[in-house]
T-cell receptor
Framework: KNEVEQSPQNLTAQEGEFITINCSYS?????LHWLQQHPGGGIVSLFM???GKKKHGRLIATINIQEKHSSLHITASHPRDSAVYIC????????????FGTGTRLQVFP | DVKVTQSSRYLVKRTGEKVFLECVQD?????MFWYRQDPGLGLRLIYF???????EKGDIPEGYSVSREKKERFSLILESASTNQTSMYLC???????????FGPGTRLTVL
């Protein structure tokens, strides 16, 4: 079983819909990252969080440390939000390496 | 503006060739990483460097080596390329353990 699981694997939405992508992990962590990858390869860091909630524009990320779960929400989705969204965790103690989920592919149609 | 650049976007090599992938960052970051990304497997760490001349093996180092002679540059070397090394290679850097990672645009390597 992967230490970081994302759901769903694929998601399609109509423009304007509210979107939620989930990330569950099985290890103790010190931080969780949400990343965005557009077709063509480049990866951009969206959020890094260790507790609570962060907001940037139409994107909101939440984390529940006790439940080992994080969600990424997109409000008023737009076709330009179409991308792969990747969750990654930094394990607690003695490691500098991120563990990555396999990503959620989002397509938003006009 | 923060930048991580990679020497090539696309590369085609033959089996057995020695391949060099270069990564340069302009942010004075301590840490640099090389990942490969394959469909269904996500990002996997090949090597990590936490400072100049310092390196640590990642999850899949076999068939690869790295070099970090200067802080801004981290090179990935495929000593003898094989077809199973056909992949997307991504470089990243960060200031420290609790900082975000910045990724390069990726190099899509095909080994024939």
């Amino acid at each position: 079983k992967n230490e970081v699981e994302q759901s769903p694997q694929n998601l399609t939405a109509q423009e304007g819909e509210f979107i939620t992508i989930n990330c569950s992990y099985s290890v103790g962590i010190s931080a969780l990252h949400w990343l965005q990858q557009h077709p063509g390869g480049g990866i951009v860091s969206l959020f890094m969080l260790s507790s609570g909630k962060k907001k940037h524009g139409r994107l909101i990320a939440t984390i529940n440390i006790q439940e080992k779960h994080s969600s990424l929400h997109i409000t008023a989705s737009h076709p330009r939000d179409s991308a792969v969204y990747i969750c990654a965790v930094l394990r607690l103690h003695n490691t500098d390496k991120l563990i990555f989920g396999t990503g959620t592919r989002l397509q938003v149609f006009p | 503006d923060v930048k991580v650049t990679q020497s090539s976007r696309y590369l085609v090599k033959r089996t057995g060739e020695k391949v060099f992938l270069e990564c340069v960052q302009d942010m004075d970051h301590e840490n640099m990483f090389w990942y490969r990304q394959d469909p269904g497997l996500g990002l996997r760490l090949i090597y990590f460097s936490y400072d100049v001349k310092m390196k640590e093996k990642g999850d899949i180092p076999e068939g690869y080596s790295v070099s970090r002679e200067k802080k801004e540059r981290f090179s990935l070397i495929l000593e003898s390329a094989s077809t199973n090394q056909t992949s997307m290679y991504l470089c990243a850097s960060r200031a420290g353990r609790y900082n975000e990672q910045f990724f390069g645009p990726g190099t899509r390597l095909t080994v024939l």
